[in-house]
């Protein structure tokens, strides 16, 4: 009886899970914008909305596209003379708004003494950190490229 009871139950268990199985996913592919390098990429919620937007470090901006729309908002412009290398967005403070980090100004033949990190901050209102207010950018000590300044956030045409 209880080898009968097993069988049901696996048997049980085999359809219903053929049953629950979910529609194959349908990727669309979709051109956000055409950029120059495009060195670093994060997926992460810009603006606390719940929405994965897309933040990209290109070679001199960086910049974030809103989801679902994609608009392209840049959040800072020339923090180095060389390329911006790569970024990582995550909320480190809790408050629904990532915070992101950048490293640029890297040479390969001078990697001891060459290379810039850049923290940005998003601004502190209850709203989302876009639409036109600056960004508060923090560096590391032996940069002065944006040390306690506002980097102000410009809107694509």
């Avoid at 810039?116 to 590391?140: D, K, Q």
Wanted: aromatic share 8%; glycine share 8%.
């Amino acid at each position: 009886m209880k080898k009968l009871l097993i069988t049901f139950l696996v048997l049980g268990a085999a359809l219903l899970s053929s049953a629950a199985e979910p529609s194959p996913f349908k990727w669309r592919e979709v051109e956000v914008d055409k950029i120059d390098i495009g060195y670093g990429l994060q997926l992460t919620d810009v603006d606390g909305d719940g929405k994965t937007d897309i933040v990209l470090a290109d070679k001199k901006t960086i910049q974030w596209y809103e989801n679902p729309s994609w608009e392209k908002h840049v959040i800072a412009r020339d923090l180095t003379p060389r390329d911006n290398v790569c970024i990582t967005a995550r909320d480190i403070d809790g408050d629904g708004k990532c915070e992101i980090a950048v490293g640029g100004q890297w040479n390969f033949r001078e990697t001891l003494k060459d290379g810039a990190v850049f923290y940005l901050a998003p601004p502190r209102t209850a709203t989302a950190p876009s639409h036109g207010r600056p960004w508060n950018c923090i560096t590391n000590p032996m940069s002065t490229a944006c040390t306690g300044s506002k980097v102000p956030v410009e809107r694509s045409p």
